[in-house]
């Protein structure tokens, strides 16, 4: 090697210099962030609960079973199920009037939004459509609803 050549050195500083001021700088940062994430637990004030807080929370919308009549013909669901109300006679699917007699209003909103969550004996999955969720209104599913469990 030739004289004056350090490997480790490029700017004059010696490896072992190097490594104490990156530990002078990683220290501080360190206990600056657990400063910062114990900072933010601990120190909150326990309130009592006041009570359900009203007309803050949007209402669920009601269901008019007239206008779910409208819906439920104008989106075409008694071309795949039958549903003596609407005088429809589809044989794709399950008979309405039957397999949602009694049923909540729940069941009959996530059957519509969620084929696949409860499928009626002797009929297979992924028949239904699965976008009546994002393709009907809250009011329009209301709607449908209501007409379905007033059968």
Do not use: W
């Amino acid at each position: 090697m030739s004289e004056g050549y350090r490997p480790d050195s490029s700017r004059g500083r010696s490896p072992r210099r190097a490594v104490r001021l990156a530990d002078v700088v990683r220290r501080p940062a360190l206990i600056l962030l657990a400063a910062l994430v114990l900072a933010g637990c601990g120190g909150e004030k326990t309130v009592a609960p006041t009570g359900p807080v009203e007309g803050q929370l949007p209402k669920a919308a009601k269901g008019n079973p007239a206008a779910g009549k409208k819906v439920f013909n104008d989106n075409g669901c008694g071309t795949c199920h039958t549903f003596a109300p609407a005088g429809a006679k589809g044989t794709i699917g399950p008979d309405l009037g039957k397999v949602l007699k009694g049923k909540s209003a729940d069941f009959i909103k996530t059957s519509i939004t969620d084929p696949n969550a409860a499928i009626a004996s002797g009929y297979k999955p992924n028949i239904m459509p699965q976008t009546y969720g994002s393709q009907l209104t809250s009011q329009q599913l209301a709607d449908l609803v209501a007409f379905l469990q007033k059968g």
